[in-house]
């Protein structure tokens, strides 16, 4: 999926749309996301200048989309949306910087009347930037 298939599923716009790309959809069991991390960014203006860092909150936010789409890639819930109800032992083991490409995994591990669970992972260049467990509501 580019990001113009992604915004027929997510309802994020910029700047808060922050996956450039789906890799792999495994329907109802995971899904892999892509974001090129830029200098030209709107936070980095703000978050450590002069030394860039991504913060948490963005690299979860971007992993919470990806689990959004793993969700929504089930029939029963095409046009819904997913909304981030809950994080689990999430960890930040690597700072992202400008020029980084994040590549985030959510597989979900529990579905059940609506509500979901997935793991998810941040990744730049093989190594966990973030990790953690999120749980997400169907809504209409």
Do not use: W
């Not at 996301?33 to 002069?50: A, D, M």
């Not at 997935?118 to 973030?130: D, H, L, Q, T």
């Amino acid at each position: 999926m580019n990001n113009i298939d992604i915004q027929k599923v997510l309802p994020h716009r910029y700047p808060f749309l922050l996956v450039d790309k789906i890799l792999e959809i495994e329907t109802g069991k995971k899904a892999v996301g892509l974001k090129n991390v830029t200098i030209n960014e709107p936070f980095f203006q703000g978050h450590f200048p002069g030394t860039p860092i991504m913060p948490g909150v963005l690299i979860v936010e971007a992993m919470a989309q990806v689990g959004g789409i793993a969700i929504l890639s089930m029939e029963e819930y095409k046009g819904k949306l997913a909304v981030l109800t809950g994080i689990e032992r999430m960890k930040f083991r690597k700072q992202v910087v400008p020029g980084d490409t994040l590549i985030m995994e959510a597989e979900l591990i529990a579905f059940k009347m609506g509500i979901g669970k997935a793991k998810v992972c941040a990744k730049v260049e093989g190594k966990i930037a973030a990790e953690g467990e999120m749980m997400f509501a169907i809504v209409k």
